[in-house]
């Protein structure tokens, strides 16, 4: 079954407005990649160049060609990694997302605050069955 053209407009109109919001976080994190890049490239040339004064305690600088921040891998990271952050359910100060479980013994679905009994603190267990 295909999707109208109304249903395929909305779709490419939330992707594109999700883009938009989260371009200005996705740059800045680039920017920084690139900076990191910037600021060892110039000790680099700094050591290179002689002018650089180390004391006994500054560790060894290590900047070779094959550790760049600033990749096209690192910022595919760094996009999925905004995405997954802004589309999350659960944010910091926010009421818990209300989401599906499975009542072992019972075998039966339910939802998490359903086993709430009055005010008492509910706890969770994720544990593993292996």
């Known amino acids: 079954m295909h999707d109208s053209g109304g249903v395929q407009m909305a779709r490419a109109l939330k992707h594109a407005a999700l883009c938009l919001m989260l371009l200005p976080r996705f740059l800045l994190a680039a920017v920084m990649l690139w900076l990191l890049d910037f600021l060892c490239i110039r000790k680099k ?6 002018e650089a004064q180390d004391s006994p305690d500054d560790p060894p600088v290590c900047v070779s060609d094959t550790n760049k921040m600033f990749t096209l891998e690192s910022l595919r990271a760094v996009w999925y990694g905004q995405k997954l952050d802004f589309l999350k ?39 593993s069955c292996s």
């Open 45 to 50: 040339v700094l050591l290179k160049m002689g």
């Open 89 to 127: 359910s659960a944010h910091l100060g926010r009421a818990a997302p209300n989401t599906e479980v499975v009542m072992v013994q019972e075998r039966r679905r339910v939802r998490i605050l359903d086993c709430m009994k009055g005010k008492r603190p509910l706890i969770l267990n994720f544990g």
